[in-house]
């Protein structure tokens, strides 16, 4: 019940957040619509007495106020609805901007990579439409909790026994909330079978996969297996929906019998002259308006308990990004160097995945000098890119440190290190912006600065690009937009080098296998030029250059080679050094120098 209170106080502060006036107005207009109908059932009673009175006078009186309630109510509903609607739209508005800015103001990565974060992340995005539709489960919950009181003491006025029936309804709430556990344990439950059949529904209709699966003859193929998913995914919620069915009907069961038992109450008390006609018609009126609320409860209920998971969910992110502020806050902070006099010094450094056992990386030592320019090799799994995400603080160490000169990484605000850290990924992002923002957003201050922005790509080799689009910088890139430019995957790695060469004086450049989708004649040149720009840039700032690449011939210009395998700093040194050690590094250069001959 805590948690509940508390889930129900976080949606309610955002819903007062969103907009104050039309959430006192939706509760307000829907309280009137919920009382309307129980009033104009009183009126009919006092109609039907005065006519059988005889009391003309008294009948027209309770006619004029029918007609004042239902004018009022109906005009309380259309409002009502038109509110609530523009409410839900500025509530999801609202969500939507606060889990951006929590999703993506995180400043790490668990939330994104581990399986069990993922998990909730997934159920989060499916079901954060229920955060907006909160805002309408407490409404008309509301109504229905006011419309049950306004019923509860007209039942009293005809004879307290009647009260006895809103007591059958008991089960059916019950119920109802057992129902909603079913569904949403369902759903838990099948979370993954979703994001399979989403992919499978991905690479069916997206471009990206297009050429292979015809090529490969899986046309039929892949829309089948999206078939059979969703036919196991059906089998599965049609299990569940059969049982919820079977639990609702005995909980609708016990609640006619109390509904029958009211009527012939109430009827045997009017042949008993104990009851007026009026009281009968009030009765019948009352008793189908709790069926109606009866069933609407159950509803509000099964919503409600539905919206709190999705809000619990919603609470999790915000302790999760709590967590994560608490474990990164520093008690002693260090300013960011203006340069790097020293180097960035590895000590006993370790890190463990969270959530897994294995080390990826253990007890890695080693200097990465000032000015110099480093590359990194090793096969797939080898610790490479999980090196990389700790020197941009994606994670922290399981053990050991990172030093910048002799200070601890983690005393250097991390906003403010990143700012000093540009990066070229292979897995990059295509932000289908103007030509212009896709690579201006690298140094955000300049973003519309045109030469600032074609002199990164110039720095980066990329500036060809530029010749291909019918607006140069200004061109509108993807297929999203109407008369968008939509580029070849090495002209979109291109933009993505520009964007990393945005930073004319980061203290660290990192090129993760930046240029993937080029030719290796393309990334020598690039990398000769990039080797030139740091030599430029290590007399400004110290700045350290790391490159990771598969290509030997690539990384052998690097001041500095590091050579990781299972986790472990295996070998050292430069090109020479390294090949005359004949060890792991010119097995490997052999190796693949032997599929160029």
């Known amino acids: 019940m805590t948690e509940a209170l508390r889930s129900i106080g976080v949606i309610l502060r955002i819903v007062w957040r969103a907009d104050k006036p039309r959430t006192i107005l939706a509760f307000v207009l829907f309280a009137i619509n919920g009382l ?295 008690t002693d902070p260090a300013p960011i160097p203006a340069r790097i006099e020293k180097g960035i010094e590895l000590k006993n450094l370790s890190f463990v995945y969270p959530g897994t056992e294995t080390e990826v990386l253990s007890n890695v030592s080693l200097l990465l000098p000032a000015g110099s320019t480093i590359a990194i090799v090793g096969e797939n799994g080898a610790g490479k890119t999980t090196l990389v995400k700790l020197l941009c603080r994606f994670y922290e160490p399981t053990s050991g440190t990172i030093e910048v000169d002799g200070t601890d990484l983690r005393r250097l605000p991390i906003e403010e290190w990143r700012t000093r850290i540009s990066t070229g990924f292979q897995d990059f992002v295509r932000f289908e912006l103007l030509a212009r923002q896709t690579v201006g957003v690298g140094d955000l201050i300049r973003i519309d600065d045109a030469p600032s922005v074609e002199a990164a790509l110039g720095r980066a080799g990329s500036s060809d690009v530029l010749t291909s689009l019918p607006s140069g910088l200004e061109t509108q890139l993807g297929k999203t937009f109407e008369g968008g430019a939509e580029l070849s995957g090495g002209q979109w790695q291109k933009l993505a080098l520009g964007r990393a060469m945005m930073r004319t004086e980061p203290l660290l450049l990192i090129l993760d296998e930046p240029t993937a989708s080029l030719d290796a004649e393309t990334e020598h040149a690039l990398f000769e030029g990039y080797t030139a720009a740091a030599e430029a840039s290590a007399e400004k700032s110290g700045a350290i250059t790391i490159l990771v690449s598969h290509r030997f011939s690539t990384v052998r210009m690097a001041d500095l080679i590091i050579v990781i395998d299972g986790g472990r700093v295996v070998e050292y040194g430069d090109h020479q050094q390294l090949i005359q050690n004949q060890g792991l590094y010119a097995d490997l250069y052999e190796l693949q120098a032997r599929r160029y001959r």
């Open 36 to 330: 309307w109908l129980v009033f104009n059932a009183f009126w009919l009673k006092i109609i039907v007495d005065a006519a059988v009175e005889g009391d003309m006078t008294k009948a027209l009186w309770a006619v004029a106020g029918m007609m004042i309630t239902s004018v009022l109510g109906m005009v309380a509903n259309w409002t009502g609805v038109v509110v609530l609607q523009r409410l839900r739209e500025r509530v999801g508005w609202l969500i939507d901007k606060q889990l951006i800015d929590l999703s993506s103001g995180i400043p790490h990565l668990e939330h994104h990579e581990r399986p069990d974060y993922l998990k909730e992340m997934d159920l989060l995005r499916r079901e954060k439409g229920n955060l907006s539709g909160v805002v309408q489960t407490l409404v008309v919950n509301f109504q229905t909790l006011l419309q049950g009181l306004a019923v509860g003491a007209l039942l009293a006025y005809l004879h307290p026994v009647l009260l006895l029936l809103p007591l059958f309804a008991v089960p059916s709430l019950v119920i109802g909330s057992r129902v909603e556990a079913i569904r949403q344990k369902t759903r838990e439950e099948t979370v993954e079978m979703w994001r399979g059949a989403d992919h499978l529904f991905e690479l069916a209709t997206t471009a990206g996969p297009a050429k292979e699966l015809r090529i490969f003859g899986l046309q039929e193929e892949v829309p089948d297996r999206h078939r059979q998913a969703w036919r196991r995914l059906d089998r599965i919620h049609q299990r569940a929906s059969i049982k919820g069915a079977a639990l609702s009907g005995a909980g609708w069961l016990i609640f006619a019998v109390g509904y029958i038992a009211a009527i012939v109450f109430v009827v045997l008390r009017a042949v008993s002259e104990e009851a007026t006609p009026g009281d009968v018609i009030l009765a019948v009126q009352l008793t189908g308006q709790i069926n109606q609320q009866v069933s609407s409860a159950v509803s509000g209920v099964s919503n409600f308990i539905r919206d709190l998971r999705t809000v619990r969910r919603y609470q999790w992110l915000l302790n999760y990004a709590d967590e994560i502020g608490e474990r990164i806050r520093m």
